[in-house]
């Protein structure tokens, strides 16, 4: 399947990297403690959070649970309504439904929302390959396209870019993909949007299509919603005749009701606020109002392989709200890119290595890529126990077993010992002998969560043995954070 | 095999474990969390709707359904309007005070005409206090969704209390979901650089919203 990066480092080389880089850390430790002091006031806003967030998890599992009938019933609804529903096993048939969908137009070119779904499949290049053009719309991902470059983060894709560098590539590439940037553009914020807005503006009045992903399904009545900020979601849904939406079978929802649990924890785990700005339903087409055509790429992709997995299918719950990476003093170190897949942090953590199993090295040492100090579970608005997950994959790396692969059952052999282990080792010694990264990883030796008392066996168990473990401090994770703020007062 | 059956058999293949008559999904979801925040009077959920809308830069205004033509007018005119989308189902009377150039929303028109108008104005069909959120269902006096989207200037009228509820919850009950809806919460905004929140990036940049009491 596509969607690693190629040549892509396995996560404790591309981390080590990233740690020696001052302007990305830089960046990134600005980003993510702006968002999460943010998120916790919006969360503290909702006396119920707790209920909401346990209600979102059970109706998610419940659908995944049945996630055979929803799907189908998503189907009747979708079709009722206009659209047509498509399936695709794997990246290379989602891409060649949409690219086929898109020559069947006449059309040479695309406007695209944000969507991490599309991403991973590597829409962007198969398009291109069948001389079809993709135009990134949302401005972190813009700003991506423009400068050649991976996105990095779930909700800010650019979060590694400064405004300097955003002016850079702004005057230095749009010329070549369209409108210019204005003469003397400066790097000031409003500008530089602005100079977004008018370099867009004229690809969403001509665009004939348009592809989207969505947040969530709602099978009862086929509605498909997507969540944004900037209004260029709402341009590619309306403007275009063609729409075609391709979405993670995970998405959907039961009911109509099921959104008000969503819709209000979503916006604030995300962008914590109490609503973002634009939000889009629609169900199939309407006449005389958006596109007359309406697409739905039902997509697998490793997907039914995680649901295989009865500890690793939480996962699947994942609404991709971003707050697992804010709060993740591993990911604020060491960068979106070293996680090697669109999704990085903890969720990429625990989603790459089942999306695509854990055969590359990379994925291998994924599990590895976190210091197990819970803060990821405790922010989740979904309750996906991460920490869970991660032990539960290690195991499988370094013990093997049976495990699903393209929908077949199989059984994986041991890493190599000694390869893992060396991945294992590699992944711990960079976090430990990061005192910052180590000191919110403290909790992992005093938590009491289900994960703790298991021992890695095999190769495994020199590492959690291992030398390398500085003493644990006795004081619990959260003081920890509320005392330093995640680690401001320490040394990196 | 075709990619649905493909898909549905590794899907049932998956949930093997699972019995395959479990709890309902009626039971198998807890609905503890709340249909509001808080207990407000009437006036309080449209004066927290008025708070929560100005918090994300919404400019809002009050006046009666008597003076809201007048308002409509000077709006219209602070924004050096000369023309202004209609949807179909508009009551005229709103614009009866203002002389700027109308546009009619319909199915020909195309994108690039309405880039050349400057301001739009509609109804809505309900607005959410807890957020600050008007939402737009594509009735006859909010038109087709493109046209509160393309001009850089959108006055939404809502009317106090009728059209105002607390919370998301009561929100989707009152919605079609058959409807195209287009939830809007302040005017469009980024904080892709550097998380620095500037307002307007594609949708219009100004978002007026009147609170018309009606008596
Ligand atoms: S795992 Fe949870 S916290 Fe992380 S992105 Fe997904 S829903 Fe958000």
């Known amino acids: ?492 | 095999m075709s990619g649905r059956e493909r898909v549905l058999g590794r899907v049932r293949r998956a949930l093997a474990d699972v019995p395959r008559e479990e709890v309902p999904y009626e039971q198998a979801v807890p609905r503890g969390y709340l249909r509001e925040h808080g207990g407000r009077s009437v006036a309080e959920t449209v004066e927290l709707l008025a708070e929560n809308l100005a918090d994300y830069r919404a400019l809002v205004h009050r006046c009666t359904d008597t003076g809201l033509p007048s308002l409509i007018a000077g709006l219209l005119r602070r924004h050096g309007s000369a023309s202004v989308v209609v949807p179909p189902g508009l009551d005229p009377g709103w614009l009866a005070e203002t002389e700027v150039t109308r546009v009619a929303d319909t199915a020909d028109g195309t994108p690039r005409a309405l880039d050349g108008v400057d301001s739009v104005v509609t109804g809505c069909a309900v607005a959410v206090a807890e957020t600050g959120t008007i939402v737009l269902d594509g009735s006859p006096d909010q038109g087709r969704r493109r046209i509160t989207l393309v001009p850089d200037h959108h006055i939404c009228v809502v009317r106090v209390p009728g059209q105002v509820v607390a919370s998301v919850p009561q929100a989707l009950g009152r919605l079609d979901p058959a409807r195209p809806l287009t939830w809007i919460s302040g005017p469009s905004a980024t904080s892709d650089i550097e998380l620095d929140r500037v307002e307007g990036v594609h949708g219009p940049r100004t978002l007026e919203v009147v609170l018309v009491t009606v008596r």
């Open chain 1, 1 to 492: 399947m596509s969607g690693t990066f190629v040549g892509m480092p396995a996560f404790p080389r591309a981390a080590r990297t990233a740690v020696r880089d001052t302007t990305l850390r830089g960046n990134l430790r600005h980003a993510t403690r702006t968002i999460r002091g943010k998120r916790a006031q919006a969360v503290a806003e909702l006396a119920d959070w707790a209920e909401l967030r346990e209600a979102g998890r059970r109706i998610k599992d419940h659908t995944l649970r049945h996630l055979d009938r929803y799907l189908e019933q998503v189907e009747e609804a979708v079709t009722a309504a206009g659209g047509t529903v498509h399936w695709a096993a794997d990246a290379d048939e989602a891409n060649a439904i949409v690219a086929q969908l898109v020559k069947e137009t006449g059309e040479s070119e695309v406007v695209k929302v944000k969507s991490m779904a599309t991403q991973e499949i590597g829409l962007n290049e198969a398009l291109e390959a069948e001389g079809i053009r993709a135009y990134e719309t949302d401005l972190a991902e813009l700003i991506v396209q423009l400068g050649r470059d991976r996105p990095s983060h779930i909700l800010v894709p650019a979060i590694h870019r400064n405004r300097g560098e955003i002016r850079d590539i702004f005057a230095r590439e749009m010329g070549a993909w369209g409108r210019p940037a204005p003469e003397g553009l400066t790097d000031r914020p409003a500008e530089l949007a602005e100079a977004a807005r008018l370099h867009l503006r004229e690809k969403f009045l001509r665009a004939k299509v348009g592809i989207s992903g969505a947040n969530f399904v709602v099978a009862e009545t086929g509605t498909l919603v997507v969540v944004e900020s900037e209004g260029n979601g709402r341009m590619c849904l309306t403007l275009p005749e063609t729409l075609i939406s391709v979405v993670g079978i995970e998405k959907v929802v039961p009911t109509w009701r099921d959104l008000e649990v969503f819709l209000q924890t979503l916006p604030r785990s995300s962008t914590a606020e109490r609503m973002n700005p634009y939000t889009s339903m629609w169900t199939g087409t309407t006449d005389g109002d958006g596109p007359r055509a309406f697409h739905l790429v039902l997509l697998d992709n490793g997907r039914t392989d995680t649901l295989a997995d009865e500890v690793g299918r939480q996962a699947l719950r994942c609404i991709r709200c971003s707050a697992c990476l804010n709060v993740c003093p591993v990911y604020e170190r060491a960068g979106g890119h070293a996680y090697g897949s669109v999704y990085p942090g903890p969720i990429g953590a625990i989603l790459s290595p089942q999306l695509r199993g854990t055969g590359s090295e990379i994925d291998a040492s994924l599990p590895y890529a976190s210091s197990l100090c819970g803060a990821c579970y405790e922010v989740c608005p979904v309750a996906i126990d991460i920490p869970e997950v991660l032990v539960h994959l290690r195991e499988r790396v370094v013990r093997g077993g049976p495990a699903t692969r393209d929908g077949n059952k199989v059984v994986l052999r041991p890493a190599k010992g000694h390869a893992a282990e060396r991945a294992a080792m590699r992944a711990a010694r960079w976090a430990f002998t990061r005192p910052g990264a180590l000191r919110a990883g403290q909790r992992l030796a005093s938590r009491t969560r289900r994960f703790h008392p298991r021992t890695l066996p095999g190769p495994g168990r020199a590492w959690s043995a291992s030398r390398d473990l500085p003493a644990v401090p006795a004081e619990p994770f959260r003081d920890w954070w509320q005392r330093t703020r995640g680690g401001k007062d320490t040394d990196r």
